[in-house]
């Protein structure tokens, strides 16, 4: 099956500093990624849609000066929560849609970054 | 923009009892709804999901309905056993966004 990795799996930072996050589909081409968000006991929360070679779509309410995307290539998409605070700890999950896939609608998700910013 | 909502919040069964958990969605456009399973720590795996043209789609204990008039659909779970405990996710589907409902922590007791 289509996996998606993402590293790293958890960070610790200092306050001030920027963390870079990635995501890569293994086995397959990923046209578009999306970037999550999730508190604890929370759900999901859609921060972004992420196009190979275009801006990424912010959601409303998402700072995209904050949380930069990058969509170089067809199986790489980062995240980079710049100047980070404390209240920017969670935990961060990509996604990957295969247009090849069945349904064309499938997200594969990685298995997520924990951030914690001190 | 669309909104999920997810019921219950929390649920417990019995080892081989069945477990039902009832999303709503507001956005007509939305044509795809999958489940999510989410252990602690790791990210979602999919486990079943729909088509609004269909009504109904089942994969071995696992089933999923569709009531696109209501705009509700609902996850069953038969015989369930301690490895199905988890929380669970809804997500409806516009234009290949996923809106995901607040989730189900579920709790199967042998």
């Known amino acids: 099956g289509a996996v998606v990795s993402q590293h790293p799996s958890w960070v610790i930072c200092k306050s001030g500093t920027s963390v870079k996050i990635e995501c890569r589909s293994l086995?397959?081409?990923?046209?578009?990624m999306f970037w999550y968000r999730q508190f604890p006991k929370q759900s999901l929360m859609l921060m972004a849609t992420?196009?190979?070679?275009?801006?990424?779509?912010?959601e409303q309410g998402v700072e995209k000066d904050k949380f930069l995307i990058n969509h170089a290539s067809l199986t790489l998409s980062t995240l980079t929560v710049t100047s980070a605070h404390p209240e920017d700890s969670s935990f961060y999950i990509c996604?990957?849609?295969?247009?090849?896939?069945?349904?064309?609608?499938?997200?594969?998700f990685g298995p997520g970054t924990r951030l914690l910013v001190l | 923009g669309e909104n999920v909502e997810q019921h219950p919040s929390t649920l417990s069964v019995q080892e081989g009892d069945s477990a039902v958990i009832k999303c709503t969605y507001s956005d007509s456009a939305s044509n795809y709804f999958p489940w999510y399973k989410q252990e602690l720590g790791k990210g979602p795996q999919l486990i079943i999901d729909i088509r609004s043209n269909v009504g109904e789609k089942k994969d071995q204990r696992i089933a999923v309905t569709l009531n696109k008039t209501a705009k509700h659909f609902s996850l069953h779970i038969t015989e369930t056993q301690p490895e199905d405990s988890a929380v669970y996710f809804c997500a409806a589907s516009p234009l290949f966004q996923f809106y995901f409902g607040t989730g189900t922590s579920l709790t199967v007791i042998p």
């Open positions: 996604s990957a849609r295969d247009p090849l896939g069945t349904p064309q609608e499938t997200q594969y």
């Open positions: 992420s196009n190979e070679g275009s801006k990424a779509t912010y």
């Open positions: 086995d397959f081409q990923a046209t578009t």
